[in-house]
């Protein structure tokens, strides 16, 4: 896969069968889309191509929300570069390509500068200025600029609709396993390991605090997570806390990971962390041991979990 900043700098040697979308979290809906482009894009000899916007639409036209997302730019990058695709076009969003209405979108951007042959749209898609073109216009500009739309319908898992905003609100609620069972892998947290308070060192639970530098990341429930890292090209289980640490009276929120097996130094280096299961809530303890008596029981409560599951 080619990726490719900006449409303008895509030049593209044959016809391309086109899909358009945020695509956050790349979930099991969107990795069907995509796996019907690629195959049909290959099948008639075409170049399949995804265009996508960073920043996300709405992190420009209503920036007094705190949007969070379920990928980062790099993190959506990498699970496209695994569907076979042959470009992936970031586009940046701006408030005046927002003001691009819906034919000056079709004649522009899909028919002048991406070439396109076919355009495969999930159920609803909409684009253009105040998000006026639909699959009816779409249609109507089809037969004039000839090229075909496919749309995709609505993709269930158990009579349920797959959608990136019902994937955050799991995440949010602390519903693990129905976040990973709609994105098709397990949510990840990646950053910078930086210095803590040295508090899990002195009661036998060192960890590695996670900084994440994307404002725009999600950071699911707050609570205790068994969760993997791959480290030196080894799986490293473990289990993390996102929270503020009420037993010491923390202010901010943290994400902390300790490590079983595994005593290397890991400051200031990027690791990437899965979540796998949510054990329990973020708890205040009554002092210090109360604390390391249920890190003792959270620890085993996952060497158990890994044992028998994974």
Do not use: C, W
């Not at 068994?226 to 090209?233: E, K, P, T, W, Y």
Request: hydrophobic content about 35%; proline content about 3%; overall charge neutral.
């Amino acid at each position: 896969m080619e990726t490719v900043h900006s449409i303008f700098n895509f030049t593209p040697t044959k016809k391309t069968y086109v899909t358009i979308g945020t695509f956050d979290g790349v979930h099991v809906g969107h990795q069907k889309i995509i796996e019907d482009l690629v195959k049909q894009a290959k099948s008639d000899q075409k170049k399949s191509v995804l265009l996508t916007f960073f920043p996300h639409p709405r992190m420009v036209l209503q920036k007094e929300l705190s949007i969070q997302l379920i990928n980062t730019i790099e993190e959506k990058t990498a699970l496209l570069e695994k569907t076979g695709l042959d470009y992936l076009i970031i586009h940046p969003f701006s408030k005046d390509f927002s003001r691009l209405t819906a034919l000056d979108f079709v004649r522009d951007t899909l028919v002048n500068q991406l070439h396109t042959s076919k355009l495969i749209i999930g159920y609803d898609h909409h684009f253009g200025k105040n998000r006026e073109g639909n699959i009816e216009q779409l249609t109507e500009y089809s037969h004039l600029y000839d090229f075909s739309v496919q749309e995709i319908p609505v993709q269930d898992i158990d009579s349920v609709s797959v959608s990136s905003t019902k994937i955050r609100k799991a995440l949010l609620n602390g519903e693990l396993k129905t976040a990973n069972k709609y994105l098709g892998y397990e949510f990840s947290l990646q950053g910078k390991v930086v210095n803590g308070e040295q508090l899990g060192s002195k009661i036998g639970f060192p960890t590695a605090n996670i900084h994440v530098f994307e404002s725009y990341k999600l950071i699911p429930k707050n609570g205790v997570y068994i969760v993997s890292s791959i480290i030196n090209n080894r799986i490293i289980y473990g289990m993390m806390n996102i929270g503020n640490r009420p037993t010491i009276e923390g202010k901010d929120t943290t994400i902390e990971v300790h490590f079983f097996n595994f005593n290397e130094n890991l400051y200031d280096t990027i690791i990437k962390v899965n979540l796998i299961y949510f054990i329990r809530e973020e708890e205040k303890f009554n002092s210090i041991a109360a604390l390391k008596n249920q890190l003792t029981i959270d620890k085993e409560a996952s060497l158990n979990y890994i044992n028998n599951n994974l």
